[in-house]
């Protein structure tokens, strides 16, 4: 007497290209896959796909459902054997299988494609489009691609120049873009401050003239011309450089805000992509021992932290500089002005150094 098993039975008994031919998929000989990684013990499998799951790598893209998993490398013909391999999908061309790949690259910095030796049911991820236009007037201030894929680029602009009495401001916008294809973008948005209308501006002067009218009468003090009466301040973002030595793009970039007495004071923000997002955080010690920070960031470097306690994730930050009391021509030191901690932020510390 026949037997009917469970579909659920039936799914795992059936082999990786087979369960995949499930949703009517036709075989196509010699496709591309793309894989995230491989591992010869399946403990170590389940710890890379727990780790990209952290990463969030699929936030431009969606793939086949059951995907990404993993599979016995033999299961797909022309892959070594004896391997647990993450397989993000399968595309019928190079060009849509690197398209797909450049989407997870900036968290998966190790993932690849490779033709297969013989038929595979296609199972290639769909991008998720981003309908973003340049806006009119845009100048691109820089542009750093992905060291695995030239076309996969960060990318500055600034774009929205605009004044405000005598107050001129824009805002910064970063792009990550592959070819012609926008995967996300974000804003930083400059502003004009303080005493911005004519208005405002007359009933500033008169202020000020009383506070002094009022200092020669002995009545006042001087620390009452401290604050701003008569300005329209400008908080604009400026970019600053790009991280040299890093192993992905980097931006630094500073802002402007009001400190005591509503004195501008700037600080350093690194913008870059982690965890599915473009991400920055701000300088993490407004005490640093720099009365302008901003100056080292033009020309930055990154290495390898070698302070007590520090990981992989941390780096040092600094420049190159003649040595004080050097000859003229003798040999540049490293001068550490501070440290980067990267995670699904960067956070930048200011510290003594």
Known sequence: MLRTL?????????????EAAAPRAKPQENPWVILLGSKQRPAEAQALLASLEEKKPLQWLKPTEGF???????????????????????????ETALAARARVLPMVPDAYVKQ???????????????????PKGA???????FKQDKALVLSLYQVNARSVMECKTHDLLFRLEYGREVLTEQTHTGDCTGVCTPEAKQEGEAKVAEIQKRIENDEGSMSELDYNFVECISLTPEFLGVLGG???????????????????????????????????????DDSGPY?????????????RSTKEGADEHTFDIGVWEQSPGAADGGPPVWKTVATLTEGCDFYLSMGEH
Not at 257 to 278: I, N, Y
Request: hydrophobic residues 45%; proline residues 13%.
């Open 291 to 303: 009365s302008d920070p901003v100056k080292y960031f033009t020309h930055a470097e990154a290495r």
């Open 68 to 94: 990404p998993k993993l599979v016995a490398s033999e299961s797909l013909p022309g892959l070594a054997p004896g391997l647990r391999v993450l397989v993000l999908g399968v595309c019928g061309s190079r």
């Open 246 to 284: 890093y192993e992905r793009p980097l931006f630094f970039v500073s802002s402007t805000s009001l400190a005591h007495h509503d004195v501008p004071k700037r600080t350093v923000h690194p913008v870059g992509v982690a965890c599915g997002e473009l991400t920055g955080s701000v300088d993490g």
């Open 139 to 145: 100048v691109q201030l820089a542009s750093v691609p």
């Open 6 to 18: 469970p579909v659920a039975v039936l799914a795992l008994l059936l082999p990786w290209r087979l």
């Open 116 to 134: 297969l030796s013989g038929p595979a049911p296609l199972a290639c991820p769909n991008p998720i489009p981003l309908n973003a236009r340049l």
